[in-house]
């Protein structure tokens, strides 16, 4: 959409028009306002600068690029004239992922479009050490797989759960739902659920928790020393280590509670449109659509219907970070039981055909987002298995 030029007639004192003069009207863009393209860090990457103004006819463009610390980089950029449209497409080369700030100066129109342009970092890098398990059968017949801190796999089956180290079946324990957190390896079942720690490819218990009803298995929330349980139909918790023993502290959960998880020593539960912290006295709430995953200390949170992604810390009140994107096709919000390993992902079309898998996350206080190959076969906060046979699992440290 462009302006169109609207002519006025001026005319003199005795009726007859001296001189024609043309006025613009600027249009707004059709673009949302906030919204973030992105890009891939390798090679050149390329946006599009739209005009808004139509008139005068845009005859040049002048470009300039700025890199996450506002260093200028070098750009190229060509006109594109249209019947519906007057834009400029700029290249340039990332240099680190992050933000950047495009402008494009329009002459004779003298107008100045900017755009913030995400640069999504591409993983795993060539240069990456590959950690490769040899598998004793094939991992497919596993209904789920985790690897501890020190290297064990962890298979989850129908009938047990094995341990897998050095090519070989080092433990096995009862079924159940596992959940992996550095050496922790949590194990849900309905009657109990149980804490283990990796050691060297044993799993040594530590703790054990019984329900009041029955546990939901697939329900809860699994950090390294702490646990929140969903006894019957409502949470219970949080569950925490205390050096001998999984010691409830009893928290107010609400009965409706859609997710619950803890960041620090805090403990927050999603129910209704709210994610409350669960406390005694008047509640922390803020509104949201819904959980895309928690990491660290950090909740991953979806607060505008697939458009907004934000990081929130134990303060909920206040956003610590804030990104839109334009480009994707939505946030994956979190399905099931929520762990302190769940790692937020949006669901996007990049170039290149084996690229389509962001993930988000904070590098020393700095929002970068990572794409990985639409083949990932696990993303997790501290491992990410890119690669799966009969024989082996391949796995890269996030």
């Not at 107010?252 to 997710?259: D, G, I, L």
């Not at 994707?328 to 399905?335: H, I, K, N, R, W």
């Amino acid at each position: 959409m462009r302006a169109l030029p609207v002519f006025f007639l001026v005319v003199s004192s005795l009726g007859c028009p001296t001189r024609v003069e043309e006025r613009c009207f600027s249009v707004e863009p059709l673009e949302t306002a906030g919204r973030v393209p992105i890009v891939l860090q390798s090679g050149v990457a390329s946006v599009r600068l739209d005009a808004v103004l139509a008139c005068p006819f845009p005859m040049t463009v002048e470009v300039e690029v700025q890199d996450p610390s506002s260093r200028v980089l070098e750009a190229a950029a060509v006109l594109s004239q249209q019947p519906s449209r007057i834009a400029a497409d700029v290249s340039f080369t990332p240099t680190v992922p992050g933000r950047y700030l495009v402008i494009g100066r329009f002459q004779p129109s003298m107008e100045v479009v900017q755009l913030l342009v995400e640069v999504a970092k591409r993983r795993p890098a060539p240069e990456e050490p590959r950690l490769v398990d040899a598998m004793p059968f094939d991992p497919a017949g596993c209904d789920g797989l985790g690897r501890t801190a020190s290297g064990s796999v962890v298979c989850q089956q129908r009938a047990s759960t094995l341990v897998i180290r050095d090519g070989g079946i080092t433990d096995q324990v009862p079924p159940g739902s596992v959940f992996v957190s550095g050496n922790t390896v949590w194990v849900a079942r309905a009657q109990q659920v149980d804490r283990y720690l990796d050691d060297a490819g044993t799993l040594v218990p530590m703790g054990r928790v019984t329900p009041l009803q029955s546990f939901a298995p697939n329900a809860g929330f699994f950090a390294d020393d702490t646990a929140i349980l969903v006894d019957g139909d409502s949470p219970r918790g949080p569950f925490r280590f205390d050096g001998g023993a999984v010691v409830d502290e009893q928290k107010p959960f609400p009965p409706s509670a859609r997710a619950v998880f803890m960041l620090g020593s805090k403990s927050f539960a999603l129910a209704g449109d709210g994610l409350c912290e669960v406390r005694t006295g008047p509640p922390s709430c803020i509104g949201l659509f819904g959980i895309a995953g928690v990491s660290d200390d950090a909740v991953w949170v979806n607060s505008q219907l697939n458009q907004v992604l934000e990081v929130r810390r134990a303060d909920l009140v206040t956003p610590q970070l804030s990104r839109a994107f334009r480009g994707f096709d939505g946030v994956e919000l979190s399905p099931g039981p929520i762990s302190a390993t769940s790692v937020p992902r949006l669901r996007a079309s990049l170039p290149g055909p084996m690229l389509g898998l962001l993930a988000p996350r904070m590098e020393k206080n700095n929002f970068v987002v990572e794409a990985w190959p639409d083949t990932t076969r696990q993303l997790g906060r501290q491992f990410v298995l890119v690669e799966q046979t009969p024989q082996s699992l391949v796995w890269v440290v996030r």
